[in-house]
Nanobody, 121 residues
Framework: QVQLVESGGGLVQPGGSLRLSCAAS????????MNWYRQTPGKQRELVAI???????NYADSVKGRFVISRDNAKNTLYLQMNSLKPEDTAVYYC???????????????WGQGTQVTVSS
């Protein structure tokens, strides 16, 4: 029932900017912490940025100062603004919804299909 759809990926030159979006449906979006992950073939999926339901954020050291995670609860949408892009940022970027926990256990996480970001001259 929960669906996450990423968009906004593409080809950009080093030093350029790109804005990714993740549209959520089928749940009360404002209740959930959200993450952006990225993955390159042959590597484990890497956590890039986190935003809590209250709007607090954290970033991987590799993107700190360059990327900004944000959310618009009225639009049920998560964003990742990527600035000063480097070739090492090339990856498939995934949106992740963190399941809520209760006395009966935790709900499962949900993932989008991913969007390709390629940084190359």
């Amino acid at each position: 029932q929960v669906q996450l759809v990423e968009s906004g990926g593409g080809l950009v030159q080093p030093g350029g900017s790109l804005r990714l979006s993740c549209a959520a449906s089928g749940t009360i979006f404002s209740l959930y912490a959200m993450n952006w992950y990225r993955q390159t073939p042959g590597k484990q999926r890497e956590l890039v940025a986190i935003i809590t339901s209250g709007g607090s954020t954290n970033y991987a050291d590799s993107v700190k100062g360059r990327f900004v995670i944000s959310r618009d609860n009225a639009k049920n949408t998560l964003y990742l603004q990527m600035n000063s892009l480097k070739p090492e940022d090339t990856a498939v970027y995934y949106c992740n919804l963190v399941g809520l926990c209760s006395d009966g256990g935790c709900g499962g996480d949900y993932w989008g299909q991913g969007t390709q970001v390629t940084v190359s001259s």
